[in-house]
């Protein structure tokens, strides 16, 4: 997807969160990309071509999950990782998440630690189905 550094692009409406993921992901070599509500966010991964996203799950415009069905019925986005980053409840979330088509989720509120280590996760099963359409493509 994209060319050597990682990108990933954090879609949340709260200006907070977009600092927290900033703070934790500084110094990780990451590319981040932000979209401060569901519409921006499907815009800037169009054009960007993430290698990940960090959804809300309730934000202005299509929301989390809607992105993720999204994503997931496209082609294009097959090996992108997908982390729901939301306030919803963890049941609801442990439910749903996997429902959608999500890599992993994250409940709000989270330490810094916690979404590094999700973040990490889900770059590992990217590289892993990067690695395995590169190698069935040639």
Do not use: C
């Not at 509500?37 to 991964?45: F, Q, S, V």
């Not at 049941?91 to 916690?114: Q, R």
């Amino acid at each position: 997807m994209s060319d050597g550094q990682f990108t990933i692009l954090a879609a949340d409406d709260e200006l907070s969160i977009h600092r927290l993921v900033q703070a934790a992901l500084d110094g990780h070599g990451y590319r981040l990309v932000e979209a401060h509500n569901g519409d921006e966010a499907l815009e800037k991964a169009l054009l960007d071509r993430p290698d990940m996203v960090i959804l809300d799950v309730m934000m202005p415009g299509l929301n989390g999950w809607e992105l993720t069905r999204y994503f997931r019925s496209k082609p294009e986005f097959k090996d992108m990782g997908i982390l729901i980053l939301t306030g919803i409840g963890e049941g609801l979330n442990d439910m749903t998440s996997p429902l959608y088509g999500a890599d992993a989720h994250l409940d709000k509120p989270f330490e810094l630690d916690d979404l590094v280590a999700k973040v990490e996760e889900v770059v590992a099963m990217v590289r892993g189905r990067q690695a395995t359409s590169e190698s069935s493509a040639g």
